[in-house]
């Protein structure tokens, strides 16, 4: 199952969303308290939802889920793209740092070899 379904087959929740109550609101808020972990996914799926607003659109519920799961997907992919590519970067500095470092290193120790043979 993928961790948007739950939420999407949840009225509490699509109501929450699009029709916000104090109720709803503490108990959601409550919710995202106790399951820390979810934020992520709870945050995603309502920005999604709040850009798309389906009940604009002629669809059934089937194809309003299944373009909700598209746009969630594709939202989620971006998201780890993102990361991937910013991970990806850090790796090559880290590797740049290192080869900085050690060139430092060696040309250091040359100069200090060259400066001894030179006042020997």
């Known amino acids: 199952m993928k961790p948007y379904s739950k939420y999407l087959e949840d009225s509490f929740?699509?109501?929450?969303?699009y029709k916000p109550t104090h109720e709803s609101d503490v108990f959601w808020e409550t919710y995202i308290l106790n399951n820390p972990q979810e934020q992520q996914v709870i945050s995603d799926l309502k920005e999604v939802l709040l850009a798309i607003k389906t009940n604009d659109l002629n669809l059934t519920e089937a194809e309003k889920?299944?373009?909700?799961?598209?746009?969630?997907?594709?939202?989620?992919?971006?998201?780890?793209?993102?990361?991937?590519?910013?991970?990806?970067?850090?790796?090559?500095?880290?590797y740049a740092a290192m080869l900085?470092?050690?060139?430092?290193?060696?040309?250091?120790?040359?100069?200090?070899?060259?400066?001894?043979?030179?006042?020997l």
């Open 65 to 94: 889920k299944e373009m909700l799961g598209g746009k969630i997907l594709d939202k989620m992919m971006s998201s780890k793209k993102t990361s991937t590519e910013f991970n990806l970067f850090k790796k090559y500095f880290k």
């Open 13 to 17: 929740f699509i109501d929450w969303i």
């Open 100 to 119: 900085l470092v050690l060139l430092g290193g060696v040309g250091l120790f040359l100069k200090t070899c060259l400066v001894n043979k030179i006042l």
